[in-house]
Structure formats: structure tokens, C-alpha cells
């Protein structure tokens, strides 16, 4: 049985994790700021598509090599 304490925390560690907005959100809400509906509207499928781009590369292995690599330089 799991304590009653650790399900309380893990309540409300979950409910903090989904309130509070992530950096795409805060990128699209920014964008609709300051260009208007339009501009927030066309941001969503380009972020969108860049967080596709940065998944498949690390899915294929870019990130390792990255990180490996990040020594190397000066």
C-alpha cells in the first residue's frame, strides 16, 4: 500500500506540472501578443514542426553525437 503522504505529493506535483505552461505555450501566447491572432495561429504548426524535427533527430541518434561532441570544441 502506498502512503497516504506520497500520493499527496504526487497530486500535487502532478497538478503544479500541468498548470503551469510550457515554453511552447509561452512562445504562442508571445507570438499572438505582438502580431495578433494570425500571427499566434500560423506559430503553432511551425513550432510544431520544429519539435518534430528535433525528435526524429534524436530518435536517430543526433543527439548522442552532439553530446559527445560538445567537448571536443574550444
Do not use: C, E, H, Y
Amino acid at each position: 500500500m502506498v502512503p497516504l503522504s506520497n500520493v499527496l505529493a504526487s497530486s500535487l506535483a502532478s497538478v503544479v506540472l500541468i498548470v503551469v505552461p510550457g515554453p511552447s505555450v509561452l512562445f504562442v501566447i508571445g507570438r499572438s501578443l505582438a502580431l495578433g491572432r494570425k500571427g499566434g495561429v500560423l506559430t503553432v504548426p511551425g513550432n510544431a514542426s520544429g519539435q518534430l524535427l528535433q525528435a526524429a533527430a534524436v530518435a536517430l541518434g543526433i543527439g548522442t553525437v552532439v553530446d559527445q561532441s560538445a567537448g571536443r570544441w574550444p
